[in-house]
C-alpha cells in the first residue's frame, strides 16, 4: 500500500524534525484518513501542507512542502 501515497497530498499533525525525527502526516487513502510517519529534510510545522514523494515501508514517508497553483488546472 505504502507506494499508493506517493503523489499524495496531506498535512502534518505532529511537526517534522528533519534529520532529528520523524513527524505524523494525515493522508486521504482509498476514501478514509490515515496517519503514517514523516520525514523531511528540513524541520516543517504542525499544519504544513505537504506532498508525499517517497514510501519508506508500509507506513513511513518522505515529504515535502506543497503549495498547491491555483492557476494550475
Do not use: Y
Not at 12 to 33: C, M, Q, S, Y
Not at 39 to 55: F, I, M, N
Amino acid at each position: 500500500m505504502s507506494a499508493s501515497v506517493v503523489g499524495c497530498v496531506g498535512t502534518l499533525i505532529v511537526p517534522t524534525r528533519g534529520a532529528e525525527g520523524a513527524g505524523e502526516v494525515l493522508l486521504t487513502v482509498r476514501g478514509t484518513k490515515e496517519t503514517f510517519l514523516a520525514r523531511s529534510d528540513e524541520p516543517l510545522p504542525k499544519g504544513t501542507q505537504v506532498l508525499v514523494v517517497q514510501a519508506h515501508g508500509p507506513r513511513t514517508v518522505v515529504v515535502e512542502p506543497w503549495q498547491h497553483d491555483p492557476t494550475f488546472t
